[in-house]
């Protein structure tokens, strides 16, 4: 059952899971819920506030944010957009479907290997805030809560989503389900969040369903070193990753015969006609996704079958896009633990633990932040 992986040169403590029969998300038990325990007020949800006196105070015109994006990506070579905006909150659901998708094996496996890691998690832990980045319907954050429910009674928890619809629905869910589970979520992006995580030491950072895949090398950099300096020394980053390197089964988690990940992709152009006063027609939008193992990435495009323009009304301006053009939409990387444990050891994040499927294609990483001072390469490779 516990089985070290050969490819794998670090001294941490690595366990097999072994494939747990894969449960239906929505059977997934919640005895939490079944004790029937004290009712709680209603959360609050959190939206972080721009400095007095920025210019986000002054005066945010609506789409602004999302225009410039758009604008900035479009004028990029190649042509590319910011996959943060998939998520408004039409998005979000339909991300959620992709997620039920026989095909999207993400989802299902990490369900299966933190269900049957949650109690080992917990316990390793010991009582901590468990704050999400990109929870999303929080779903497999469940899973978590139940266990720690398990072990202490209670939980903090924190979600932090850019989509305010899916986070309130989140809330009211894991609110009914874990009445002692202290829930404050915040609205907003991961940058907004960063700042008040120092305080809720001691803590857990979630990073789950491999959404570290859709940061490239330089944002990646960035990313974690954020999240080692919000961390304190002790705390916990629990970090989900697609380790899957066959190209046939990535080729057809992203490209859903029922037309999930076409809508999402669509989506994106959708939510420029809501919001940036844009007509484009999207039915002239091909989903386009490609596994190429080279990069060991998945890259998704947004093919356009004919010539049309994308006007951002809050910018005054426009971009012609041509027939037979294809856009960037997403890239979502792949990764091998023998590459990504030294690259998380380089921002103090040991892996202490690693749990993955036994057709290894899921990895869920327990990384403890360790003290170290950055360019003292004996203190990083030293183990505390
Ligand atoms: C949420 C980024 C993990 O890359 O698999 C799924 C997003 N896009 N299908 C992924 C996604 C198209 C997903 N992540």
Known sequence: MTEKLASLETDSHLIEVRRASVVPLASVAHPAAARGLS?????????????????GAVCPAPGLEFGLAVARGLSDIPRRLDSRYLYDAHGSQI??????????????????????????????????????????????????????????????????????SILKQAEKEISARFPTA???????????????????????????????????????????????????TGDYCLLGIDINEDPKSLHDAYNDVAGHSAAFTRNLFARMNR???????????????????????????????????IDIAPLDSSFRIGSGEIILTEVSRKFRLSQMVPYLCTFGLNAERIYTDRGRRFAVLLLKKISFEPHQKTRISKRS
């Open 39 to 55: 009712r709680i007020s209603a959360a609050h949800l959190t939206r972080p506030q721009p400095e007095p006196g920025s210019a």
């Open 95 to 164: 991300f959620e479907n992709i997620c039920r998708q026989p095909e999207y094996y993400l989802t299902r496996t990490e369900a299966a290997i933190l269900t049957a890691a949650a109690g080992d998690i917990a316990g390793r832990t010991g009582e901590v805030t468990l704050i999400e980045l990109g929870s999303g319907s929080s779903i497999k954050t469940q899973i978590l809560l139940d266990a720690y429910a398990a072990a202490y009674g209670s939980a903090g928890y924190r979600p932090v989503d850019v989509s305010a």
């Open 182 to 232: 202290k829930v404050e979520a915040i609205n907003g992006t991961y940058d907004e969040a960063f700042p008040l995580i120092a305080s809720l030491s001691p803590a857990m950072l979630l990073f789950l369903g491999s959404t570290a895949g859709n940061l490239d090398s330089i944002e990646a950099a960035h990313f974690w070193g954020k999240v080692s300096r919000s961390l304190q």
């Open 275 to 309: 919001e940036l006063g844009s007509s484009i027609d999207t039915g002239s939008i091909d989903h386009l996704a490609r596994y190429v193992p080279r990069w060991r990435r998945v890259e998704i495009f947004a093919g356009f079958n004919r010539s049309q323009q």
